[in-house]
């Protein structure tokens, strides 16, 4: 009876899945550094971008569809910079009226927010593609092998280890709390009660969750120290990366530089 | 005396407080928990689940207020445990988790016993005679205004009983009651639930408690009952113990 939605690894035998976590690691953050570097509106280099993820999509055996159901994760963060598309610019394109005035939608405002739509969707089934065929252990220690500060790397280890633990816990108490809402067969009787104490309650259990995971990193922090824990974090060697694998990063590198170089050309 | 066999058929239909028929479940990540498992509880009647880790105690107890839902049906009191009845169902059978923690939710004691009868939508003069009954019935009165954070385990699962005994429910479920208790707090709490006129259902480990307590036992292991009968009996039949990972200290 465990939260397990949110690790995004699916095992699998694809040569994505078998390749070097390091490699696949710098070849992402390479991937969405080129997606960010390309200048607006250069649609057919963001063409590109979207073939070649979704091809790494393909080979990855993961279920195209099911990425970009996924990728849906990143609407939400899109819609920051909607308001681009009504502060931006000066050819004005149409107005949509909003209570007593109305907004002007711009040209160049509407473009730089579609750029930027479609570049954080690449960028973002990038990510999913690395998270969901990397064992998240494997990409610690890749984060560690290309000198991410190790600190953060334990940090992001402790919190992965220890984020199921938080969901299930927040899973217990809502079940209790779901157990004891009950209706009453009174005619007559309101149940489910005022909006402001329903939300005082769900703060109760917020603050009852935040005390509890505070006092839980004391306990690890105590259990770790047992164990001769002294803040820094020791691992055991990598193995070498294969000739082959250095030189796919290489050529995948051009290539990103070549399509960077090509998106500019464009626009 | 057919009149007789007929009376008697819907005396034992009118008190039957629970009654699964072949319910089985799947975790969504497809791992099976239970199978056709059927249980027939009278009202009135204390009984154990018991069986080792694993064995499903905890998936069934879940479904008996539509926590989760499974393949089969589950009624209550003659209700059946479907979407539409939740709400009813939820006022029938308490709960009572594991973790006190997890039930308290609330700031106060007097906040988490009066939760489900507020929300039940009840008066607020009726709700203070409630959780003032409930309190007393487990014996902690003097813990209304207190912070449930700062009691002790033992405390902190009579306060757990309370806000459900503040529901006026039929039937009681409760999960691993004894778990982490004192001698003295798990002493204390099997005398608390021996005198409640309720329906108890309990899953444990513990099986002097279940001596103690329940009249009748059932063994759940592999998703499945593998045994129902007198405690008397059960308890007794070392065999039958040791092939389910149980055994009498």
């Not at chain 1, 279920?63 to 819609?79: C, E, I, N, Q, Y």
């Not at chain 1, 500060?149 to 299930?168: E, H, K």
């Not at chain 2, 592999?222 to 055994?247: C, N, P, Q």
Request: include cysteine; proline fraction near 5%; aromatic fraction near 6%.
């Amino acid at each position: 009876m465990h939260v397990h939605f949110l690790d995004p690894y699916r095992a699998g035998t694809s040569p994505v899945h078998a390749l070097d976590p390091r490699i696949k690691l710098v070849l992402a953050l390479a991937f969405i550094l080129t997606t960010t570097l390309t200048p607006i509106g250069a649609w057919a280099a963001y063409i590109l971008l979207f073939a070649l993820v979704l091809s790494v999509e393909i080979l990855s055996e993961l279920g195209v569809g099911k990425v970009l159901k996924r990728s849906s994760l990143a609407l939400p963060f899109v819609l920051a910079a909607l308001p681009l598309a009504f502060s931006f610019g000066t050819q004005k394109l149409f107005a949509i009226p909003v209570g007593f005035g109305e907004l002007t939608v711009f040209a160049e405002g509407l473009q730089r927010f579609a750029s930027i739509a479609v570049r954080s969707w690449i960028s973002v089934q990038v990510a999913i593609v690395l998270a969901s065929t990397t064992p998240f252990p494997d990409l610690m220690l890749a984060m560690r092998a290309v000198r991410v500060p190790r600190l953060l790397v334990s940090i992001f280890g402790l919190m992965w280890r220890y984020i199921f633990v938080m969901a299930d816990e927040a899973q217990r108490l809502m079940r209790a709390r779901e157990s004891r809402s009950a209706v009453l067969a009174m005619p007559g009787l309101k149940s489910g009660g005022s909006v402001g104490w329903r939300a005082r309650v769900t703060g109760g259990m917020a603050g009852n969750l935040f005390v509890r995971s505070l006092e839980r990193g004391d306990r690890i922090y105590s259990a770790m120290s047992a164990r001769g824990y002294d803040g820094e974090v020791r691992t055991l060697g990598l193995p070498r990366v294969s000739r082959g694998e250095w030189a796919l990063l290489i050529v995948a590198i051009l290539v990103l530089l070549g399509l960077l170089w090509l998106s500019f050309l464009l626009s | 005396m057919e009149d007789l066999l007929m009376s008697r058929a819907t005396d034992f239909e009118a008190s039957t407080a629970l009654r699964i028929e072949r319910l089985s479940f799947a975790y969504p990540d497809g791992h099976p928990a239970l199978h056709e498992v059927t249980l027939d509880v009278r009202q009135g009647e204390k009984v154990a689940i018991v069986g080792p880790n694993g064995a499903g105690k905890s998936t069934l107890i879940l479904h008996l207020n539509g926590i989760l839902t499974g393949h089969g049906t589950v009624q209550v009191c003659g209700l059946d445990v479907v979407k539409q009845n939740l709400g009813k169902v939820r006022g029938l059978v308490g709960m009572v988790f594991q973790l006190p923690d997890d039930q308290l939710f609330s700031p106060t004691v007097f906040d988490d016993v009066a939760f489900g009868p507020l929300y039940q939508g009840l008066p607020e003069a009726e709700v203070r005679t409630r959780v003032e009954q409930a309190l007393a019935a487990v014996g902690m009165s003097e813990y209304m205004h207190r912070v449930s954070h700062h009691l002790s385990v033992g405390e902190k699962k009579r306060i757990a009983v309370a806000t459900v005994l503040s529901m006026q429910p039929e039937m009681l479920v409760l999960d691993e009651p004894s778990a982490g208790l004192d001698p003295r707090a798990r002493r204390g709490l099997i005398n608390l639930l021996r005198d409640l006129p309720q329906t108890i259902l309990v899953t444990t480990h513990d099986l002097p408690l279940v001596r103690d307590l329940c009249p009748r036992t059932v063994i759940m292991d592999g998703g499945s009952i593998v045994a129902d009968g007198r405690t008397a009996d059960i308890l007794a039949d070392e065999a039958l113990l040791a092939a389910h990972g149980l055994e009498m200290p």
